[in-house]
């Protein structure tokens, strides 16, 4: 009767996510559809094919434009490797004309493979947003790629297999954080062996997932998986046992650039998660009701997920939350962008990610059972960061000049 039951429920729960994955959650005018979207190759051109090249045309981009402002300039932070030489967190730093009030600080590639996005949207902004008139209210600090292994492997961690957006506090405390829900999915998200994507509990990691979810709540599952784990260094959303070369370097090199202004933006981009070709505006929960009020302000007229509705969750480390620790003396605003690739909000397209992002972990620590099943791994966890699709690359685009454009015509006035 017991497992009749859990059938039953097995079967309606599928039922469930599959309505809730066909239905559309609104947000804004910001909902996904081809036949909606400009033609813009201008935009189309910003999306390159590696770190490599993404790097170079960020440097090109922020040399250029050093040219006409006399006081930026551009740093390279050297980040420390085991398997490849040269890998740079770079930085443009073009101060507030006049005086130090306010500061924006733009960032990508904190998962590596999210690099691809974050870059083309720095460069983008770059060319359509700094100005002399901007310049005249606040500086700007764009930090390009955080996690430069990650970006240019095509993994969303860094060599380490630490997410480095759980990774980021000034205080040791977080590397004992324990987080028991993590340990009762432990196996279920971290099989062992090659990848075999043929695999019956390939096939059907679906049920799997299910079964689960019955056990738990969707909510808990979500969170206990993404919140970020500080036990199994091989797992998924392991936030390490110290912080990154490049967290202590940030910590070091722009802690006193941040320093200088009382007032910070910043906006921390990221692929993957949320609606299809939505712009997710997705801080972590803010306490402190002024500071959540001003970030409101900022962002009016478009909707915030503070972590607190059904379908997002909350992390610990995160990089956002981590700068406004460096300056606890000035009003600190953290704001993360998600643009989302495959609808991660609903029950079946959180499962599918999920699914995507295990066999990407498993194939990297036990390699795959053939070639076929490598290539296809390896194609989908791109796609789910860096979507090929020339509609959602101009939509990302799109949306990103809209929300910018009103939050610092907002920021300017605060
Ligand atoms: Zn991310």
Redesign the pocket.
Known sequence: MKKFIGIVLAVFLLLLGAVIAWSTIKFHSFSFSDAEIAQDEKSLGYYLDSYERSRDAFRKSSDDIAKKFKNAKRLTLAVPSNIYDGLTVDVLYIPQDKGRKRLLVLSSG??GV?GFVGSAIQRMFIDDFITADLLDSMGVLIIHGMNPFGFKHHR?VTENNIDL?RNCDTDEALYATKNGGYSEVYSLINPKGPVDTSAFGNRFFHIKAISNIIKASMRTLRQAILQGQYEYPEGVYFGGKQAEAQVKLVSKELGRILRQYPLVLNIDL????GERGVLHLFPNPIEDKNIKAKVENVFKGFSIDWGDTGSFYTTTGDFSTFLGKLISESTYLPMTF?YGTMNSNTTLGAIKSLHVTILENQGHHFGYASKADEVRVKSNFLEMYYPTSPSWRMKVMQDTRKVMKNALENFKSM
């Open positions: 904190v998962h999210e969303r957006n990221h692929t993957g998660y998600e």
